[in-house]
């Protein structure tokens, strides 16, 4: 096809064919009604290397069907990202973290290889020793620098159960200092937090084990159970601390069934005990149905009066950053997930040379701050990431200027690798193709 593409004097630039409306992203990309659409129907998985402990799939792989696949086998990936859809191609062009990202860092940290097909149309594989620079350059790009057409991913072994402990805690600066205390032990697996007002969270950590103890054994993910941050709330409201022993495949799809949150503002009576037994296999609709179905006033109000924003800072502005979510947009909960951002070249590293301990917040919501206008506020959120050397994930909106978006993200390799390997006429650039401005 982008041979094709070619031979047909490339006139416009080349997306993927996947429907816009299929995407985990909120955003519906107008772009693909004017780019000339490549179809990659690429979904699966290829190889177990059990030898080599990595695993070689095809871009269109979900998470839930990679643990599905590889579970049975006893094996796993260090970083499973929450939700069920998320494809291994969403998760490496843009990003993926999940509890376990303050050993593993994010999903594109736990690939070994790419295989891209490029703008000339040839094939190509990179890795951290081939064709190192696009093996580097490929994360973040949105699909800017090539077509996606299968990736190499660690594995490591999995166990049946996560023993997990919920620990309320009081105070924002009780809940900072808990929370990074927590990141920087590796003896946790998982390290999550969950803050329901600016001053009560529940940190929560997990451990892989076998051993379960039968009386505590808890399957979060059966379709009748109460949704999983109203049942952490419970540990706060009662003021307690608590284990549980979860499967974890249930645990690695913990937030699944309530999208996070999000299902309270689409089904207000999703939690009700009755609704769930009854109903509960019915949910979560597929987010591509919510969006296949919802006229363009509905997705206009989303866009005034909801929020869906991860913003990755360092650990060390924690508090500084929470108070500024609770000032700027006051939606809670907010969801804390640590992770350990090595000095790899590429788009987002940290500002010294030395890997850092960075937290995604993220903000899932309808803001109850007072004013709040979704532009204003967002633009005022983004110059306070820039500020602190934090990074935006670009599944969200994104209000900045070009200027300020190359200000928050390292250009230099991506721009030499667009200008080498002649991307600027195949693909948009990055910035044009996500960000609000460029858009309208």
Not at 91 to 109: A, D, K, R, V
Not at 159 to 174: A, N, S
Not at 192 to 201: D, F, I, K
Not at 206 to 225: H, P
Request: hydrophobic share 40%; glycine share 6%.
């Amino acid at each position: 096809q982008v041979r094709e593409w070619k031979d047909e004097g490339s006139k416009r630039y080349m997306c993927t064919g996947r429907p816009g409306w299929l995407t985990v992203s909120l955003r519906v990309g107008k772009y693909k009604k004017i780019h000339k659409n490549i179809m990659i129907n690429l979904m699966d998985v290829l190889e177990v290397d059990s030898e080599r402990q990595v695993v070689l799939v095809e871009p269109l792989v979900t998470m839930g069907q990679l643990t599905a696949h590889l579970n049975p086998m006893g094996w796993t990936i260090p970083v499973v990202p929450e939700l069920d859809d998320l494809t291994v191609g969403g998760l490496i062009m843009g990003t993926g973290i999940e509890s376990s990202s303050h050993i593993y860092g994010l999903f594109q940290h736990t690939c070994v290889a790419y295989e891209l097909v490029l703008a000339d149309g040839s094939l190509v594989r990179c890795s951290p020793t081939e064709n190192s620079d696009l093996f580097y350059a490929v994360p973040w790009s949105c699909g800017t620098l090539g077509f996606l057409v299968a990736a190499e991913i660690k594995m490591i072994p999995a166990k049946k159960y996560v023993k997990l402990h919920y620990e309320p805690v009081r105070g924002l600066q009780k809940i900072c200092e808990k929370f990074t205390e927590e990141s920087k032990k590796k003896e946790n697996s998982f390290v999550e937090g969950l803050l329901y007002s600016l001053e009560e969270a529940v940190i929560m950590t997990g451990v892989l084990t076998d051993e379960a103890e039968q009386s505590k054994i808890n399957r979060i993910g059966n379709y009748y159970k109460p949704w999983f941050f109203k049942h952490v709330e419970k540990y706060l409201k009662a003021d307690r601390t608590g284990i549980e022993y979860i499967p974890s495949r249930h645990y690695y799809h913990r937030h699944t069934r309530s999208i996070f949150w999000e299902l309270q503002d689409i089904i207000p009576f999703g939690n009700n005990p009755v609704f769930r037994y009854l109903f509960g296999w019915m949910v979560p609709p597929k987010i591509s149905l919510l969006k296949l179905t919802q006229g363009e006033a509905i997705r206009k109000l989303y866009e005034q009066h909801h929020v869906v924003q991860d913003m990755l800072v360092p650990m060390k502005s924690l508090e500084k950053s929470i108070q500024t979510f609770h000032v700027d947009l006051n939606v809670y909960p907010l969801w804390l997930c640590p992770f350990i951002l090595p000095n790899n070249p590429g788009m987002v590293h940290p500002k010294g040379d030395e890997a850092e301990l960075y937290v995604d917040i993220g903000a899932y919501g309808e803001p109850k701050r007072k004013q709040f206008e979704a532009r204003a506020s967002m633009r005022q959120m983004e110059k306070f990431v820039r500020s602190v050397h934090g990074f935006q994930m670009l599944y969200a909106d994104c209000y900045m200027t070009r200027e300020e978006f190359w200000d928050m993200f390292d250009g230099s390799l991506y721009h030499k690798l667009r200008e080498e390997m002649n991307c600027k006429d195949a693909f948009p650039e990055v910035y044009d193709k996500i960000c609000k401005a460029a858009r309208h």
